[in-house]
């Protein structure tokens, strides 16, 4: 079954630590994006990567960074710098190249203990 | 500055009613319009996207148009059912841009009651 997924479902955070989300597609997608999703606001862009080895920031990338060393993953690093990391947070692939649409995985929901 | 906007942020139906999820966008210089259902807590799941260049696109009991000069989208549901109850987005392609990029609005949030 070809799709994206993340993990972990849920993720916990302590003050001043570093915590990794991952984002793997099997979609043989060059492109590939991690959103912010707060209630009752829409998706803000965080990081984008149009191809291996290269990303670019997005809208709201303080705080946040990633690394795209192969083609299927894309894990995001939210640091002790995001001073409010609670938040979903959805990662999503598309063809790229402006030719398609973005396919969406199922979610990380980060808390803050 | 493309911005979308939709209206109204919640909306509670009875089952069998039909009903319209509105989307507006600032910017009509637009590749095309995708509309997304959301389920609580999960990822989003795309329903309709209509081309620039179209004005409406169907699937099952879901039509959807556009109507690009005015800025404007309509999600229509034909008689509605409790497993439609969900979040609905709306998002725009910018033209400009050198990726996929994609612009969200905030979403309705649908309630279809038994």
């Known amino acids: 079954d070809g799709g994206i997924t993340q993990s972990p479902k849920y993720l916990f955070r302590k003050e001043g630590q570093n915590v990794t989300l991952s984002c793997e597609q099997n979609l043989n997608h060059d492109a590939m994006y991690w959103y912010r999703q707060d209630p009752g606001q829409g998706l803000r862009l965080i990081y984008y990567?149009?191809?291996?080895?290269?990303?670019q920031k997005g809208d709201i990338a303080e705080g946040y960074s990633v690394s795209r060393e192969k083609k299927e993953s894309f894990p995001l690093t939210v640091t002790s710098a995001q001073k409010n990391p609670t938040a979903f947070y959805l990662c999503?692939?598309?063809?790229?190249?402006?030719?398609?649409?973005?396919?969406f995985g199922p979610g990380t929901r980060l808390l803050v203990l | 500055k493309q911005e979308v906007t939709q209206i109204p942020a919640a909306l509670s139906v009875p089952e069998g009613e039909n009903l319209v999820l509105n989307c507006s966008f600032t910017?009509?210089?637009?590749?095309?319009l995708q509309w997304f259902r959301q389920d609580p807590g999960k990822g989003l799941t795309s329903l309709l996207l209509?081309?620039?260049?179209?004005r409406e696109q169907t699937s099952g009991r879901l039509n959807a148009s556009l109507d690009k000069s005015s800025g404007r989208s309509t999600l229509y549901i034909a008689a509605s059912q409790p497993g439609d109850s969900a979040t609905y987005l709306c998002a725009v392609r910018p033209v400009g841009t050198s990726y996929d990029k994609v612009i969200f609005g905030p979403g309705t949030s649908l309630s279809v009651i038994p």
């Open positions: 999503a692939s598309s063809i790229g190249h402006q030719a398609g649409t973005q396919y």
């Open positions: 209509i081309q620039s260049s179209q």
């Open positions: 990567s149009q191809i291996v080895n290269d990303f």
């Open positions: 910017d009509s210089a637009i590749y095309n």
